[in-house]
């Protein structure tokens, strides 16, 4: 089957599925306020495809089956195929304007990962899983889905098992078993793109034991599917495009997803129950995603240090000591993103035919990434002076009875327009202020994993006996 259309993608989301945004029933997620903007953001990645100069990095070859695919479906085997994949996520968040469209990446995670791990609990268990998802992925590359990856759970109070919670459904779980499939009732949150994907891969939240069985599942469903719900998150704006040029044209929607008793037939169903491999299914997909993290943040960086420079240029200001300091703070800030997902790429392991980037340097990576991110909308902000908090909306700048007196308070040095500065200090405020800015600073800090989660992986990656032997060889304790 060919790869899809942006066009096409659109129309596949006119499905009626349920949406409730804002206190209302979405009719129609392609029109509805807020929800078609993220829709066509998300068409990106298939536009992306159809572009000449930039095709090569999201259209690939599928080696199982040969056709052509979206590059984000073809499974890594090598060091190379890793690099053509963080070149893929890298493009696409630049053809985004630095914003990812996110509607392959997460969800082929998902499934690089059930790859990984299902036919190991086939040996042990006897079933076959790893024969449904070859084929769940197959198909959805043929059909060039969209998917979205749902893994995080409400989970209730966070120092007890699934089963000690007062109400069982904070985590998603089996609730009936059929001949024809499964029936699962609970709740997935903040799940990326998903109002404007085709289908959901999901997958349990964290390492189970045999108590929790019933909360071992992964599978796939189609967006649509009876029983589910999905609540996006969206806070209205009352200023005009002009004064918010990436969250207007570039917006995501993350929403909470409610699973009414929701029949899976066995086809599409990953895992049932054999908690012995929430853990490591777990912690593959976590590598996998935080990988994807530090691919597509690169082009986020790139849009502080680009709008920094901007903005310390227009006031005059691009050669002083304090303001180079903080440019050279973002450029560090960028080259390590770019070096640690490289790295990632060559250091990698093989599970099961699979090339897996390196759990050790996605999770560092990812964690300086967040750790540093409000430092680095800091620098930004700094650079850019309290216009970017109070400066006029575009309307006032337009106004006849205002716009001569603003065209010259709002200046900048002579030789640069005054229009172009505040269409800097707006992208300042829409990248680093905004709702959106906002929302994406929590995503830099959760999304992914929290940072937590990031420092435990490391210690557990990271091994700690050469400089154990090297402080004791040191302090005279060994020879
Ligand atoms: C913008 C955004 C996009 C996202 N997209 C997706 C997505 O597409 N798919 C998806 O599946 N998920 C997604 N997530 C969810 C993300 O992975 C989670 O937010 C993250 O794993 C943290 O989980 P939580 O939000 O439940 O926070 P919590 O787990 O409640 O963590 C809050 C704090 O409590 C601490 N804490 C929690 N439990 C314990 C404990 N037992 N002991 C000690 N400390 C504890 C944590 O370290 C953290 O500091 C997204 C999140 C955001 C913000």
Not at 45 to 65: A, F, H, W
Not at 317 to 342: D, P, W
Request: with cysteine.
């Amino acid at each position: 089957m060919a790869l899809k259309s942006p066009e096409a993608f659109i129309e596949s989301l006119r499905d009626d599925r349920r949406i409730h945004m804002n206190g209302k029933w979405i009719e129609d997620v392609t029109t509805a306020p807020r929800l078609k903007e993220a829709a066509r953001h998300s068409a990106l990645t298939y536009q992306m495809g159809r572009d000449p100069d930039l095709k090569n990095y999201v259209v690939s070859t599928c080696p199982e089956t040969g056709e052509e695919i979206a590059a984000f479906y073809r499974m890594p085997q090598t060091a190379g195929d890793l690099l053509a994949r963080r070149d893929a996520i890298y493009q696409v968040s630049r053809y985004g304007g630095g914003v990812i469209p996110f509607v392959k990446e997460i969800g082929t995670d998902a499934i690089f990962a059930l790859r990984m791990i299902t036919p190991q609990v086939d040996r042990k268990f006897g079933t076959n899983y790893a024969e449904r998802i070859k084929a769940y992925h197959h198909y959805a590359q043929a059909n060039d889905l969209a998917l979205a990856g749902a893994v995080t759970d409400p989970k209730g109070d966070r120092n007890k098992k699934p089963h000690e919670q007062e109400n069982p459904e904070v985590f998603l779980r089996v609730v009936e078993k059929r001949e024809d499939g499964i029936v699962v009732e609970g709740a997935k949150c903040h799940i990326t793109s998903s109002p404007v994907s085709n289908e959901l891969v999901v997958l349990p939240t964290r390492n189970l034991g045999a108590e929790d069985s019933e909360y071992a599942v992964a599978f796939a469903i189609p967006a649509n599917a009876p029983g589910i719900t999905m609540i996006p998150m969206h806070e209205h704006h009352c200023n005009e495009p002009v004064d918010r040029p990436l969250s207007t044209h570039h917006p995501i929607v993350h929403a909470m997803i409610i699973f009414d008793h929701v029949f899976i037939p066995w086809e599409r169903v990953f895992l049932c129950g054999e908690w012995e491999f929430s853990g490591s299914l777990v912690l593959s997909f976590a590598s996998w995603h935080r990988f994807t993290g530090l691919c597509y943040k690169g082009p986020v960086a790139e849009l502080f240090l680009g709008s920094a420079a901007l903005m310390a240029d227009f006031n005059g200001v691009a050669k002083t000591s304090n303001v180079r300091n903080k440019l050279q703070e973002l450029a560090m800030y960028i080259e390590s993103i770019g070096v640690y997902s490289r790295m990632a790429c060559y250091e990698h392991q093989i599970v099961e035919g699979i090339a897996m980037p390196n759990s050790l340097h996605c999770n560092v990576g990812k964690y300086l990434f967040a750790e540093n991110y409000h430092t680095m909308i800091k620098y930004v902000q700094e650079i850019t002076g309290g216009i970017g908090g109070t400066c006029p909306s575009f309307a006032d700048y337009q106004a006849p009875e205002l716009h001569e007196k603003l065209e010259r308070y709002l200046c900048g040095r002579s030789e640069i327009s005054t229009e172009a500065r505040i269409r800097v200090i707006k992208l300042v405020r829409d990248l680093t202020a905004s709702c959106d800015a906002g929302g994406h600073m929590f995503g830099t800090i959760h999304g992914d994993g929290t940072l937590e989660a990031q420092r435990m992986m490391v210690l557990r990656d990271f091994d700690m006996r050469p400089a154990i032997a090297l402080a004791r060889r040191a302090a005279g304790l060994d020879e």
